[in-house]
């Protein structure tokens, strides 16, 4: 026989798994995880477009970086992008500088 502390549990516990199950995740968390170095086109407010080696412009979304890891660059600035890819996009985790 089940606890009366499990019985009432269970029905919370059933619940939060649907809702996992049937709301989406953080749409980044699905897509490929991509890592690639290049140079800042421009900035303007939460997108980056940074041109690779091979001269692709890439569009960067930056709202999952925090704003000190990329308000200090200017264009054609080297960075490495750090995150997944999304659609049409990167939705960048992390940029580094590779300025010395």
Known sequence: MRSPALRRLLPAIAVALVLSIA??????????????????????????VVTTDDGVAVRVDLTEVPQDEYQRLAPGDRVLVIGVLDRNRIVAITIRSLEP
Do not use: C
Not at 27 to 47: D, K, L, N
């Open 23 to 48: 709301i989406p995740g953080h749409v980044p968390a699905e897509g490929a995880g991509v890592r690639f170095p290049g140079r800042v086109s421009w900035i303007a407010g939460g997108t980056m």
